[in-house]
């Protein structure tokens, strides 16, 4: 399959923004009329991305190397997600599932941080976070947001869309929801009105 990059930075901010993080990662691919696309081909794309979903401060840093283990963690997430949800529609990541938990359980890890001592008004305190937020602080909140949502309950809520053309995953928030939007679901009845009435070749 091959991707475009969208080559506009802010892009991937209004794909399904109610979703959670993770469903919104991995909603950086997604397609039009024209094609499937990529959100995240640059370093400009993935901290605009980070800062648009508040996971990084607007003025962090992105390096090469960070956008690749985004993307890697993106892949990796779309693979997951594919398994989840019966997903076998082309845009679902080729990755083999080893290689996408071994990611996944490699992000979760890299921004983790020992526990600090903070001494404030006289009083000591443990402090959780990491000293400054990194990308690597936003990718592993990512993965183990993921994590919890490929296992957990919600896990059997996430859900393929299966509009035509669509690539985009969602969580099955509500018993009569089908589609990741409104524009999918007009485009599913569209396309199935079509088919019963199209005229039939002899």
Known sequence: MELEATG???VAAWVLPEEPA?????NTIWADRYGVHDALTTPTHLA???AETRLAASDTVVTGADLERGRHLRDA??????????????AAAPLDLAVAVADVNEAAARGLTPPRLELSDGALRRVDAPAEPSVAAALSQLASAAID???AEAGGRLRACR???CVLYFVKDHPRR???SSACGNRARAARHY???RPQVP
């Open 8 to 10: 506009d930075p802010d």
């Open 163 to 165: 509009a035509p053309g």
């Open 48 to 50: 605009t991305w980070l």
């Open 195 to 197: 088919r019963r009435h």
């Open 77 to 90: 997430l779309r693979r997951l997600a594919a398994l989840v949800t019966d997903d076998d529609r082309p």
């Open 22 to 26: 993770p469903i919104r990662l991995m």
């Open 149 to 151: 949502l490929l296992t």
């Open 178 to 180: 089908r589609w990741c």
